[in-house]
């Protein structure tokens, strides 16, 4: 597998190793001992399956307390994915980083605890995968607007479809909660 550094501290693009033929291919979509020798640990405790139509947006999501580091790739259709730095005292606070993940290219990015996540369909469907290191916390769970000003976020489309909770949720100088920088 091919590990990328990103401009955001600990997220990792990751192209796995696919061993193809004239009968489709083969891939480890995670495998402990290779992804650990990248910084990419669990335990992972929670899998989670997301199926969107063409400009859903979801997001930006994170947990506070709670956090879960996230292992997400596409199954089926592709996808913007983002990942914001939202650790208060991070010299990268407020940055995000984004790439297409997709059934084509299956790469897959590494967002570590302390970052908000979201995505945009590209595709006509799309099947999203997560694995994640803690559980879905209802109680914890923040949210940052999509389109908030101050990230400028190079979304692919200005009229996404939006959850009524990620319609209100508040830019990120008013968001409370934040998760702090590790000492």
């Not at 592709?78 to 991070?90: I, K, L, N, Q, T």
């Not at 407020?94 to 297409?100: A, I, L, P, T, V």
């Not at 209802?138 to 009229?159: F, G, K, V, Y």
Request: proline share 8%; with cysteine.
């Amino acid at each position: 597998m091919n590990v990328e550094t990103t401009p955001l501290p600990g997220v990792l693009l990751v192209t796995p190793r696919v061993f193809a033929d004239s009968r489709g291919f083969f891939l480890e979509t995670f495998h402990q001992e290779k992804y650990a020798a990248h910084g990419i640990t669990g335990p992972f405790v929670q899998d989670n399956w997301s199926h969107s139509v063409k400009d859903t947006l979801r997001g930006l999501h994170f947990q506070n307390p709670h956090a879960q580091g996230k292992l997400v790739g596409v199954t089926r259709g592709a996808v913007f994915d983002v990942a914001v730095d939202v650790r208060v005292g991070s010299a990268t606070f407020g940055k995000w980083f984004g790439c297409e993940l997709s059934d084509s290219n299956r790469r897959q990015l590494w967002i570590p605890p302390g970052y908000a996540h979201g995505f945009c369909v590209l595709s006509e469907h799309a099947d999203f995968l997560y694995k994640c290191t803690a559980l879905y916390a209802p109680d914890c769970e923040q949210s940052i607007l999509w389109n908030d000003p101050t990230l400028a976020i190079d979304w692919p489309t200005r009229s996404p479809l939006l959850s009524a909770r990620d319609l209100q949720a508040p830019s990120l100088s008013a968001a409370t909660n934040l998760p702090m920088m590790p000492a």
